[in-house]
């Protein structure tokens, strides 16, 4: 049995990461192999990574303004990880581009969401999938990531 990936975003009846997750999550992965007081360029990663440069800014903007990574402009400039890898749970990188890992907008968005969460026999099971896929990815962290490749 499969373990879903989830995101308040559906595809095929599927719960997914949307692509700025993902991609946010391969890059934090990159930084963290380089490793250290290294730098790496925008371009760099974004060839690395065969993600559009473009793309990639407004990635590493959301990073650098949560204080994820480092960003140094101009000439010799780049990224690199502000914390050590076991410092960021896999949790806290998806919340950081997802908003919410929540399987149901009822419980992403509250009980005063919903007229019947008062009455609704299946909310405590949503409540505890999302505690369970909260639970996963937090418990994961960069440097876990990392070992396991």
């Known amino acids: 049995m499969t373990s879903p990936i989830v995101s308040t975003r559906r595809s095929a009846n599927k719960m997914i990461v949307s692509t700025k997750g993902r991609y946010a999550l391969r890059v934090m992965v990159r930084l963290a192999q380089?490793?250290?007081?290294?730098?790496t360029p925008l371009k760099e990663i974004a060839e690395s990574e065969q993600i559009?440069?473009?793309?990639?800014?407004?990635?590493?903007?959301?990073?650098?303004?949560?204080?994820?990574?480092?960003?140094?402009?101009?000439?010799?400039?780049?990224?690199?990880?502000?914390?050590?890898?076991?410092?960021y749970s896999i949790g806290s990188i998806l919340k950081l581009t997802e908003g919410s890992l929540n399987v149901v907008s009822c419980t992403?968005?509250?009980?005063?969401?919903c007229s019947r969460s008062e009455c609704c026999n299946a909310l405590p099971m949503w409540e505890r999938l999302d505690k369970m896929i909260d639970d996963f990815f937090e418990g994961i962290t960069l440097a876990d990531l990392l070992q396991e490749a």
């Open 34 to 39: 380089r490793g250290g007081d290294a730098l």
């Open 108 to 113: 992403a968005q509250g009980p005063a969401a």
């Open 52 to 87: 559009s440069q473009k793309y990639l800014e407004s990635i590493m903007t959301t990073l650098s303004k949560a204080g994820f990574v480092d960003a140094v402009h101009g000439k010799g400039g780049g990224y690199r990880l502000s914390r050590s890898p076991e410092s």
